[in-house]
């Protein structure tokens, strides 16, 4: 196991001196010892500060490094000049006015001879103000890399003071930034597009102190454009896109401009709680645009999204004419299908029970579970929406806290806001509970997707790799490949997916299902040979999706015919 690692530290006039001492004495008592400390002296410090140094080189002369600037440079810089001058390849960052845990370098470590692809490594860490024993909050952030990247989009992926990186891989990627407050950010931003891969600990290795000042720092016009500098750049990466860009600038301006007291509880009671499964902010933003007539909503988002001019007088595209339905072909009838619980009666009526999931139980809210009475494994969802989604394997590994937060966010929520999906907005919200059920052979419930064009199956769509890149690829009713796909899903052209022996009878079913229709997707599942209704998907994407080549929007819009339904509008 690799155990020599350097400490990068950065400290200037203003630091307090017991913190910077109670910190460096918390990676000097690490479990694994460092082999060295670069200490960066931002400028002139004060007399107390010199002391506190001057007293840890005298006992642990060969151990320091300091480097001392005649002129305070910012944070970006010191970091810069101290990332060259360790001599490690696996360098540990610290704060001057933190502590870290005893083991955490040991941890850190052992993640890094683990595999070899890890580049940065970090972990949760615990919030106080005065007393270290009290924690006032707990920041988590994502565990794998491919969370890491979803959520960098958002906010910051990782706690800067409890990284643990390569030298190699900081360099390759240009090394820190002279840029204030978040030097930190555009980092990871450089290493994970530059393929560094990491890693968070679900632990809290360090303590760090969150005062009243921490949250002043994040106002203001200054710190706005910076924030406005960071969107920009994610963009000009393509981490993110316009639409996520206009997003989150819109929430970070808001933010900004907030009393310090409001901005501090919305950080400790909302943001701090659950890092990863923090709430959804779109939702938010959806519902205070909700004043936005319908039609002008949806020209807007479809710019946003599909980065096209929304035709709805002549629509020709595949999105294009589902936003026309959407605004146009409004059946009461549509209410029930898109509920989760009260489809089941359509299917029955339609087709019979044998293709409904059997249900284990409907509660109006979350507190009317009874867990004890439910099975070891169970499927839980909200009846209205595509989010409110806990699938149990083990009871006694379920966290319910966790799960209670998510359903309860889903169902405050009313789904029609975010894509102005008439169907879901009188949907009655509650918590339904189902069987679980997967193949033996796949261990998995495998969906089968298809597209029907008046009542008739075109062609269909199969999702696979969900959990680790998730692609899909679409088939015609003779199961030959299609050579289109889904940006969002890409195809893999080389993929042999075994269909079952039921298929035939599932585009059968289907071809029923959709009778009546201008456009529906029926959503099936096959498990162990037996086929389970799914639900009734009438705006796939919500109208927004892109679709690899593009001339496939066309193309799957001239199935559509809206002729009749155009007639005097």
Not at 219 to 235: A, D, F, P, T, V
Not at 273 to 293: C, D, G, Q, R
Not at 463 to 471: A, P, V
Request: aromatic content about 12%; charged content about 30%; overall charge positive.
């Amino acid at each position: 196991m690799e155990k020599k690692y350097s400490v990068l530290m950065s400290v200037y006039y203003k630091e307090s001196p017991l913190f910077l001492e109670q910190s460096i004495n918390s990676m000097i008592e690490q479990t694994i010892e460092p082999d060295e400390i670069v200490l960066i002296c931002d400028g002139k410090l004060t007399k107390e500060l010199d002391e506190v140094i001057n007293n840890f080189q005298n006992k642990y002369d060969k151990l320091f490094n300091i480097i001392r600037f005649e002129k305070n440079s910012g944070l970006g810089h010191a970091l810069r000049i101290g990332v060259e001058a360790c001599k490690n390849e696996f360098i540990a960052r610290m704060d001057t006015d933190d502590i870290s845990k005893k083991d955490r370098c040991e941890k850190e470590l052992a993640i890094f001879n683990k595999s070899e692809n890890i580049g940065i490594v970090g972990s949760n860490i615990e919030e106080f103000s005065e007393d270290v024993n009290i924690v006032n909050s707990i920041r988590m952030v994502p565990e794998n890399n491919t969370m890491i990247k979803k959520f960098m989009k958002k906010r910051n992926p990782f706690n800067h003071p409890s990284i643990m990186y390569k030298k190699s891989e900081v360099l390759k990627a240009g090394n820190y930034k002279d840029i204030k407050y978040m030097q930190d950010y555009f980092l990871w931003v450089d290493m994970i597009s530059n393929g560094t891969i990491g890693y968070n600990i679900q632990e809290n290795l360090v303590s760090m102190r969150a005062n009243d000042n921490l949250f002043k720092r994040r106002s203001g016009y200054e710190y706005l454009k910076i924030q406005k500098l960071l969107l920009q750049y994610m963009k000009n990466k393509k981490i993110i896109n316009l639409h996520e860009y206009i997003i989150y600038l819109l929430i970070r301006s808001i933010s900004s401009i907030l009393p310090n007291s409001i901005r501090k509880n919305i950080f400790k009671k909302i943001l701090r709680k659950s890092e990863v499964k923090w709430m959804n902010i779109k939702k938010t933003l959806y519902k205070l645009l909700s004043f936005i007539p319908d039609n002008i909503y949806l020209r807007i988002m479809f710019l946003l999204k599909s980065k096209k001019i929304l035709h709805l007088k002549n629509p020709k595209t595949f999105n294009e004419k589902l936003q026309w339905l959407k605004l146009n072909d409004k059946n009461p009838a549509y209410t029930r299908m898109v509920d989760k619980f009260e489809v089941k009666n359509i299917i029955s009526d339609k087709i019979g029970n044998d293709y409904i999931i059997p249900t284990i139980g409907i509660y109006d809210n979350f507190e009317e579970i009874d867990f004890n009475k439910l099975p070891n494994q169970f499927v839980m969802k909200c009846t209205h929406d595509s989010g409110g989604l806990v699938i149990c394997k083990d009871k006694k590994k379920l966290d319910i806290n966790a799960a209670r937060k998510k359903i309860n966010s889903s169902l405050k929520y009313n789904y029609f806001y975010g894509g102005r999906e008439y169907p879901y907005k009188n949907v009655k919200r509650r918590v339904l509970i189902e069987k679980y059920m997967e193949d033996d052979k796949t261990k998995e419930l495998r969906d089968y997707k298809f597209f029907c064009f008046d009542g008739k199956v075109k062609f269909f769509k199969v999702d696979f790799n969900r959990n680790t890149k998730h692609q899909a690829n679409y088939y015609d009713t003779k199961l030959n490949l299609l050579k289109f796909g889904e940006k969002v899903c890409p195809p893999d052209y080389e993929k042999i997916i075994e269909f079952p022996t039921c298929i035939d009878n599932m585009i059968e079913l289907s071809n029923k299902l959709s009778s009546g229709f201008k456009f529906v997707r029926i959503d099936l599942y096959c498990s162990n040979n037996k086929i389970f209704f799914g639900e009734f998907t009438l705006y796939p994407a919500s109208g927004f999706g892109r679709f690899i080549p593009n001339e496939w929007d066309n193309r799957i819009g001239e199935l559509i015919v809206l002729d009749d339904l155009m007639e005097g509008w």
